[in-house]
Every structure is written in C-alpha cells, then in structure tokens.
C-alpha cells in the first residue's frame, strides 16, 4: 500500500503496526498477560496524551485494534475515523484527529528509544518523554516493562498522513525509555535562535540546528506538523528563526546527571537579505 492509498483508505488517520518476536515468542504464540499490558500500556498513553492537548480531564479512548494475526505476533492500533457531522462531506474528516496525532508522538518516543541504542545522553529521548503529560508515562512504562520483561523485538512501522515509518524498540530501548520516564524537570527557559537546519529525522523526532555563531546541537520536534515546517524549510534551504523551550533535565540516583534539551516550539523562515544593485 502506498502513502496515498492509505490515506485515503484510513482518512489521514494513524495506524501503528507492531510485530512482536523474540525468544519468548514461539510458534506466532506470546505471553498474554504481558501482550495485554503492551497493548493497553500504548492505549492509555495515547490516551492521556490527547485528553492533554484537547485539555481534559476525562476522556475515553478511540483506538481501535485489528484483530492479532500471525507473522511472528502482529498487532495493529489504529486512530478510529471521526463520525461525520450532518452536512459535512468526506473531505472534512482527512485530517488527523487528536488520538491520530497522540498515536504518532507515542510511536516516535517508542522509535527514538531504540534508536540511540541506550546512550544515556540522548537529549532527544529525554526531551520526547519530558514533553508529554505525567499521566501518559504509566502506560508507557507499563509497555516498556512488558517488553523488558519477555525479552520482546518489537518492529514495524507508523502509517500516517506524513508517510511510513520505521518503529523498532527492544529490551535495550525499553530499559533506556524506562530511565528517562524516571528523570525530572527542574526548570524550563525559552530562547530564540536563527541559523540553519542541519538535516531532520521524522521517524525519531528529531532535529540537527546550526544556530549564528554556536555550535550545533539537536532538539525534539514534538509534533508532526512541526516536523514537517521543519523539513520543508529543510528542503528549501531557509535559514530559519527558531523558537526553542530549554529544560534542564534531571536523571536519578547519587550523582543524578543534570543536562540542557531544546525543544522547538515554533519555526519560520527569515527574510532574504536585500540585494544591492
């Protein structure tokens, strides 16, 4: 299935599809106690990610879940299409619900975890995990236990209206998604830079910034329509003003680590510079 077929299949709605394998999965069969508290770990973490941008208290949930199939143990989860209101056509609902757009930073965290291969400086993964709601991080670290916990391979890959792509997190990005859920927030600034983008990574949430004058460093992208100003100003070869919050990060134990994450909270291209004639 191509990008476009799917969305206009699923509405431009989100699906995560999930096959677990490893040494405790035998014969396409897996435990079910910890299958569930998978499932329902990213279930409640989607859920309470979107109570949190549609401010809420209360809400429940409308993923949706394929029927399991074989193929070492395949799980989909799928935003539910929004019901259409009388009068409107099918064009209004091709636009990402909220639970579609929480099931795409949940599956980002869960890709970036992975992807550093447990580097304990990864900013990145700290700041993914800082930037979504306390109530999310139960279902998180439930997820990431039962994977831990049956030496689970998860892999497969996040469908949305922005393409496909990859997610793979196994016992090492559980363990090092579990150690960033237990960091803290000790404080929050907000800086403005300009300078160019140095390359983007959709998948993982991430992006590389050449601020005038400073070194580069990386900051998390949280959302999929930040990330994609991002690569299209990428694309175009803009240089940019970025508008960055600055946590400072604690982790835990004696001698907690104490680091500095950007996190982009707006983007726009700077003017061109005048032309003298």
Known sequence: MTPVVFELTNRAQSELDLHLDGETVRGHEANAESFAQFV????????EVAKHLMVRQRRSS?????????????VVLRAATPEEAAGRT???TRTPS????????????????????????????????????QKAHAGLKRAAKAIDAQDWDVAGEL????????????????????????????????????????????????????????????????SPE????????DAANQRVRAEFDVVIIVGKGANPRRRQVYTLRSIEPLPDAPTLI
């Open 90 to 92: 099918a064009q209004n």
């Open 62 to 74: 409308t993923l949706r879940i394929l029927a399991p199939s074989p193929g070492s143990v395949r």
């Open 40 to 47: 329902r770990g990213v279930a409640d973490a989607t859920k």
């Open 159 to 222: 469908r949305s209206m922005h393409g496909f792509q990859p997610v793979h997190v196994g016992p090492v990005g559980a363990k090092a998604l579990l150690r960033v859920l237990d960091e803290r927030q000790e404080s929050s600034t907000s800086t403005t830079l300009s300078g160019a983008i140095d390359g983007t990574r959709r998948s993982i949430g991430a992006l590389w910034f050449t601020p005038d004058g400073a070194p580069a460093l990386e900051a998390v992208v949280p």
């Open 226 to 233: 930040l990330m994609e100003q991002a690569v299209q100003h």
């Open 98 to 133: 909220v639970d579609s757009k929480s099931l795409d930073m949940v599956a980002v965290l869960l890709a970036r975890s992975e992807a550093e291969g447990g580097n304990i400086n990864d900013d990145v993964l700290s700041g993914l995990a800082a930037d979504l709601p």
